[in-house]
């Protein structure tokens, strides 16, 4: 069996404006979600709450090393997606990537990955500190508009980009 190599045509994409303000963004989210955690850390008792059921109650406790949790997973899907980002070559598109298309295509497609790991940042904050508020008893719950903001807000980012990616030219 032959292995078919990608046939997508390889370019650099280089970063505009909008582009280095989002990878800004999302260093400022980086750093303020470990800041956070490791405060959060000092300040929580050995015993926090690690999930919140769909109501946004908290249905299960565990070690406070679990604060820090979020920021391992952010840092490590923040750089591998910032590493990946630079070969939109192996991304799969809604349509068939062209010599002509390629840079418009891709174009598009970086940025879809910039905005996406922001807001992936930006809602792993949301739970550290819904986290912390609930043991300091600030509230008793996640917000119950939480699982359905981060489903439309993830779910109309996709479709956003990917009907831009239709029409890239």
Known sequence: ?????????????????????????????????WVYSVYAFTVLPDIIPTHFNIKGEVDSFGSKMMVLFLPLVGTIMYVSLTFLNKYPHFFNYP?????????????????MMRVLKNELLFIFSIIQIFT??????????????????VIILMLATMIYFIVKLTKAK
């Not at 068939?96 to 598009?108: H, S």
């Not at 912390?132 to 903001?149: A, C, D, H, N, Q």
């Open 132 to 149: 912390y508020l609930s043991v300091k008893g600030e509230t008793s719950s996640l917000i119950f508009w939480f699982l359905p903001f």
């Open 95 to 111: 349509s068939k990537i062209t010599p002509e298309n390629a840079f418009a295509k891709y174009t598009v497609a970086t940025k």
């Open 1 to 33: 069996m032959k292995i078919k190599m990608n046939p997508n045509p390889k370019l650099k994409i280089e970063a505009d404006d909008f582009d280095k303000k989002l990878e800004l963004l999302g260093y400022f989210l980086l750093f303020f979600l």
